[in-house]
């Protein structure tokens, strides 16, 4: 597989390029991302031979089939990394929560997040690149909550690969910051920001683009990179659990094989949505993807108006803040692939420059061909929390915002798969607030109370945290990031 750029290219790059090029160098000509030059049709054919297979077998022999650059004893170490999920033998269970409405847990891995579907391996794929390579990465990574824990747990300890997580301090919940700062490993610094995380995150693309940072680095020997969500090295491995997540439900003879569903993903940077679109460009039977956001709608007004209007927008701080983002990312690599390269240019160009831009009626509705969306608020969030807990189920403040979604969207008979991307323990005052009307909690209190209340335990690595030592203590003001990461160095 190779790869080409979104906006064209500007003579400077190369034309195409290979996967681990992709995953070391994410920036294309004109700031553009990288996208697969073209993908197989897999077809029904594909399907009916993984019927009985394990999520690693499904996984190993669709990286093959689209044919990266990474040799096969290196996708099976990073594959055996779904080894450390709850159930080995299925890392991504699907349940029945409502009577056309079922749940695909993305979970169940090490830091309760969707986050550890892309990341656990990716830690793997790209510290063995880099020893390949014989050269030493620092990886800067911002979060807002869930992404540091995921990216800390794959790169601790891995051989040429260290890790800056810059968060908002204050801005994330307690368990959230525990996951991060109790992390011990040379490799590792978790340095926490005075300010939100937005300071965090242009500090972080400050330093990407800095020269003189770079010549810093390059002078010890270091390269700069970065593990964010368009990386496609953690895009590739969200392909997979929605063709595992379609066929769970042909084993579960909940639908026959070729029957339509619709897959409905809770999005903020698009990176989970995207997966599921090159699963349906490859031959999985998707009706339509529906993309549920919170109050931040921009991805609901762009797919129902063919408009993307960031003027005079600011974030709303909402509960579920992994989905409070203005600017989705991937959604680039979907404008290339429906409207080609120079289209895409122009679009971006005057995101970029004007806030704004707008589809002509030809392009939404191609876009509507593919898509649908809502958004939820809190207080709705909410009320779907309560009902689906009533039902037996209990869910996180993310994924009750595609409930809301499948509602408004799901208007044919199909059966439709939610995907499920936080634990109910990461997001526990939301919930706790939701159900017993409870508020301002500490998250260990909301724990204990949802935990009596749902008679289920709390896992042993949420619990843990809160006895576990604190062993990255940095708190500084963001004037002072690229000394404390330059000490970190030394
Ligand atoms: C990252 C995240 C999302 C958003 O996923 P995208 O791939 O960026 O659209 C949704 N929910 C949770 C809990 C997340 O951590």
New binding site residues.
Partial sequence: MKFIETRGNDGKHSQEITFSEAILSPIASFGGLYVPKEFPMLGEAFLTKHLNSSYKELAKDLLTTLDIDIEPSVIDEALSLYDKFDDPSNPVPVVKVRDDLYVSEL?HGPTR???DMALQPFGVVLSSIAQKRGEEYLILAATS???GPAALETFKNRPNVRVVCLYPDGGTSDVQRLQMVTEDAANLKVIGIKGDFDDAQSALKRLLGSATFKDTLKAKNISLSAAN?VNFGRIIF?IIYHIHSYLELVRQNVITMGEKVYLD???????????GYYATKMGLPVEKIIIASNENNVLTRLINTGRYDLRGEKVIPTT?P??D?LI?S?VERILFDLLGPERTKELMQGLESERFYALSDDETMKLQAMFAADYCNGAEGKGYIKEAFDGGYLM?P??ATCFKAYDCCATLPLKTIVYS??EWT??SPTIANALSGETGARDIDALEAISAMASTPIPDMIKGLFSKPVTQSTVIDKENIETEILNFLK
Avoid at 265 to 275: D, K, M, R
């Fill in positions: 979970y997040a969707f986050k909550g869930d992404t969500s969200q993903v809770p999005s903020g940077n698009f990176g989970n949505a995207l997966g579920s992994a989905m983002i989705s991937n996180d993310h994924t991307t936080a990461k997001f």
